[in-house]
């Protein structure tokens, strides 16, 4: 009984071992070989780890476009205004009872004081220079000459004045040293110039490239323009390609209101010389205003009569006005007239007329030139007359220019 027991027992034992052995090798396997569907437990100090996503195919994206670009806007145009006055007589003449720089007393601002407004912010300033700069005294032997110390320069540069045109029939006042001293005056004083029969580009502050043609021609009585120098002069000046070509004309009849009239030939000349490619024609010698002609894209100012006039206490025609052309320069770099704008003027701040006595009787006064021309006001009576003689409405008849009695006197 005793060795039955401890059979049993050993069998118990056995079979108790051999079920730790099994249980310790499932254990072990579980342990070693994990489930892949189960996570992997967290090691202490190791990086987490990331699971990746595996890429789900997806439709091919277009790639994104350039975007395009803004156009470069064109430039604005830019606009300019170019001035052109009358004749410039800046000083009396021996003989003539006038005292202009009696009048003037010293101050070169004087003469201009009531138009520099219009120089002062525009482009350029184109005038007709009618007396000699010179501090020496010379003979002469004209009906009258004007010579002004070298001083009266000032008066341009107080103006204002840009550019003058010395071609005229009063630059031989005083034979070629006047010619001279006047030169070598506006040199010294920095103020560009002309000389008779003178092609020249002259460039403007902004840059614009104006072509000048200066000439008086004393072949004929009327001083009309010798065609064939001027288309000459033209075409060089084509050649240096300037932006506008000015042709500066000493030409027609002295207080002669009607050009088409009484000097068709210069008039012909005038619209040949704009054919032929100049811009303006500015014109000067019959001390009064004369029309301005639109024609074939340019302008004709036939005459822009006196401005600053030494010459009389009373001139014959009282009347004068500032021109000013409108110049758009493109963004291309064309440039043209785009319009223009006359302002009428009296030579004088003075009245003209004596205000002591009745208008049945009125007449103009004995003196009344105080060598300051004077804007009229718009729409007065003076101002119609004016603008009339610009725009070829004026019908009054020609002035006379009657020399006898200062011949009669200097005999």
Known sequence: MKKLFGTL?????????????????????????????????????????????????????????????????????????????????????????????????GDFGYPFSNVVQYFDDDEYTIGNLECTFSDQWLSSIQTFSFR??????????????????????????????GKRDTWATLEEYGIPFGKNDEAQIVTTPSGLRLGIYCQHNASYGDYRPDEEKAVAAIHALKEQDPDLIICAFHMGIELNYYPEEKT???????????????????????????????????????????????GSSMPTDQDTAIVQLTVQRDGDGTVSIADYTVIPCCVSSLPVTDPNLSAAVRRPKTTYNDFRPTPYEEGS??????????????????GQADYSDWHAQHQ
């Open 9 to 105: 027992a050993l069998l118990c034992a056995v079979a108790l071992l051999g079920f730790l052995v099994f249980m310790r090798s499932d254990l072990s396997g579980s342990l070693l070989s994990p489930d892949v569907n189960e996570g992997t437990p967290a090691v202490e100090g190791a990086a987490p780890v990331v699971s990746v996503p595996e890429p789900t195919p997806e439709a091919a994206v277009e790639p994104t476009p350039e975007p395009t670009p803004e156009p470069t806007p064109e430039p604005e145009p830019e606009t300019f205004t170019i001035s052109f006055i009358g004749d410039l007589t800046l000083t009396g003449s021996p003989g003539v009872p006038v005292d202009f720089e009696g009048t003037m007393n």
């Open 148 to 177: 002004a110390p070298t001083t009266s320069a000032n008066i341009l540069l107080e103006g204002g004045v840009d550019f003058v045109t010395t071609a005229n029939n009063h630059t031989e006042d005083f034979h070629e040293a």
């Open 264 to 310: 068709p030939e210069t008039c012909r000349i005038c619209r040949r010389c704009i054919d032929e490619g100049a811009d303006i024609i500015y014109g000067s010698h019959p001390h009064c205003l004369q029309p301005i002609e639109e024609y074939n894209g340019g302008l004709i100012l036939y005459s822009m009569g006196n401005f600053i006039f030494g």
């Open 381 to 398: 009576e003076d101002y119609l007359r004016a603008m009339s003689k610009i725009d070829g409405s004026y019908s009054g008849p020609d």
